[in-house]
């Protein structure tokens, strides 16, 4: 395979770290060295990056997601002193216009700690498997997890929250009798609880693909080269709205353009989205659809 001059100055035959505790390096680690002209990817497991936040609620993550990715990612770089490091952070939040509906960002970062330089990778998904729910009985906890348990997923039981902090949050139960058998121990028919995925990379295959999609867009965001300092990483940063309407020609908050900036020089520039129609439909515009 053939990579960009600088490329191969930059990263070629270099180790790379990747920070993480949940086993991400099986998926990460196949990208990058399919891709990537690096000359080895090591796994670095033992670092405390639950400190950072945990899904399960008893530790609530602080910092904005892209700064925790980058916390990970000098756990790492001071566990191993290996200046190359690649982790991951995700959020899930709900739809700002779809009631019900949950959005899945998953963020990867490549950190080069000898530059101080952060390239990006991200992915919204609406694809996720994430049901969750409030319940008080043993019955409808088995039916509800009958109807929507998924191979190879697991859950847990956390404290609803007018029960908080009343029972231990239960982690990693392979499949709905195992979750039915928690709760037994726990003895908590009456009592308030939550199912909810443990979306520990790990234990959530439906992540896992997720975070390899965003592994594959941090590459060609590292492909993608200034054409004014050569340098890698010239991405697309935002996106600029104004595409006019079909019928009337006003602006609308469709995009029109997509701006591509260099982390290293600062240059900028703005790029017509592929296969993007040329006008909106009226419905989207203020105009014609006030």
């Known amino acids: 395979m053939s990579w960009p001059e600088s490329i ?38 033992e670092i405390p990056t639950d400190e950072l936040g945990t899904f ?43 009631m ?12 080069d700690f000898s530059k ?22 043993f019955n409808t906890a088995q039916d509800w997890l009958t109807a929507h348990h998924q191979k190879d997923h697991h859950w847990m ?8 902090h009343s029972f231990p949050p239960q982690k990693a139960l392979p499949s709905p009798e195992a979750v039915i058998q928690a709760l037994q121990a726990l003895n908590l028919n009456g009592d308030s609880f939550q199912l909810v995925p443990d979306y520990r990379a790990h234990l959530h295959p439906g992540r896992m693909q997720i975070i390899e999609q965003a592994t594959h867009q941090l590459v060609d965001t590292l492909l993608s080269i200034c054409p004014v300092c050569n340098q890698p990483g010239f991405a697309i940063q935002s996106k600029l709205p104004g595409l006019p309407c079909k019928y009337c020609g006003s602006p609308t908050q469709r995009t029109m353009y997509q701006v591509r900036k260099c982390n290293v ?26």
């Open 116 to 137: 101080e330089r952060y390239y990006w990778g991200i992915i919204r998904s609406l694809d996720t498997w994430g049901p969750q729910i409030s319940l008080t009985d």
């Open 56 to 98: 399960s609620g008893e530790i609530p993550r602080t910092l904005p997601p892209g700064e925790a990715a980058k916390a990970k990612a000098r756990m790492g770089f001071e566990a191993s002193g290996i200046p190359l490091q690649v982790s991951t952070e995700a959020s899930f939040y709900s739809h700002p216009q779809i």
């Open 8 to 45: 191969v100055s930059w990263i070629g035959g270099e180790t790379l770290g990747i920070a993480s505790a949940h086993h991400k390096a099986q998926v990460i680690g196949t990208v990058v060295t399919s891709r990537l002209p690096l000359q080895d990817v090591v796994s670095i497991s």
């Open 100 to 111: 019900g509906l949950t959005i899945h960002e998953e963020l990867v970062l490549l950190a």
């Open 265 to 290: 020089c600062g240059n900028e520039t703005r790029e017509t989205i592929p296969n993007q129609p040329a006008e909106a439909d009226p419905i989207d515009c203020e105009v014609c659809n006030p």
């Open 157 to 164: 039981i956390i404290p609803s929250p007018e029960t908080q």
